[in-house]
């Protein structure tokens, strides 16, 4: 089943007899807190092995033995996957045609739309698919009094409205910024304006994939800041370096349907997954950028540093900043002409 944005919070706190959850999007911080959240109120505790499994993609084959597994203690397993993608259909499958009694939450950003993992999920009346998106607007609004609320922090209303337009990008990167808005204020004390701009900076609202739309448009500063700020909070470098492979994928599938003759702007329209409204100017950019042959050489290039920052004792941040910057160099470099 597909769940509605209204009946997503609920779900949250009691997933009943659902056994499959497909968190998917380009919020990547919003999916981390989700599958965070379906696994306490399932084991109670993310810190219990008999209770709660973590499963990396190159671990899949395991997930309909780890989901059939009964606990030793009695109660309900979760089994986290981090980064599923389409090669966690047949396993999936199989959990869902078994009497598996664990919640498998499957963590699947950029997973493409028409994805048959995601129109498998939706079908099964076990299942449920959740999309994780960017918030704006109201919904921001109030996930920033709630997050203000929790620490005990009031806010004043420009202050509020200054916050909503600076933040969102990511829910990971914005709770961190309240989290260091509030300790700046104190408990039982209210935002301002003022607080509010001295304490959230320009990075604030940056987000991993602001980085890699910044780099294949050619703005290194903002690669470089938005980068720095993804790895600063937990994304490890092989996760960044796979998440920049998946976007120059979809660039060059975009850039493909315009060499055969589709308008650029009607090429970008065709994107999928499709592109966030807010990176449509970033995306269109790196098209007319960017030729065919100058991406499959670059996905190359990251494939090797991929496989480099998992030597023993590699250098795998340093790697992986070398390999986005130099995206965002090549593409600066290619301005007013194609990169070939």
Known sequence: MKLTPQRVRGFLRDPGACRVVLLYGEDTGLIRERAEAL???????????????????EELARLPDEAAS???????????????????????Q??????????VVLEAPGLASRSRLRT?????????????????GRALEQTIRGVLQELRVGIDPDALEWLVAHLGADRASTRAELGKLALYIGV??????????ECVGDLAGL??????????????????RALELALGEGTTAVGAIRAALMHLQRLHRVRQLADRGTPVRDAVKAARPPVFFRRVG?????????SSEALVEAMAGLSDAER????????DLALCRNAILALARRSASGRGRRVE
Not at 207 to 224: K, M, P
């Open 39 to 57: 696994a306490r109120a399932v084991a109670k505790s993310l810190d219990d092995p008999f209770q709660v499994t973590e499963l990396a993609r």
């Open 70 to 92: 009964l606990p030793p203690i009695g109660g309900r397993r979760v089994v986290l996957v981090r980064e599923a993608g389409e090669a966690a259909l047949e396993p999936v």
């Open 94 to 103: 199989a959990v869902l045609k078994g009497p598996a009694p664990a919640l």
């Open 120 to 136: 498998v999920i939706e079908a099964a009346p076990d299942a449920a698919a959740i999309g994780c998106y960017p918030e704006e």
């Open 188 to 197: 039982g004390n209210r935002v301002d304006l003022a607080a509010a701009m």
């Open 207 to 224: 987000s991993l994939d602001d980085a890699l739309f910044a780099a294949t448009a050619g703005d290194v500063a903002t690669a470089d």
């Open 282 to 290: 970033a995306f269109t950019s790196a098209v007319q950028i960017w």
């Open 308 to 315: 480099a920052c998992k030597r023993t004792d590699a250098p």
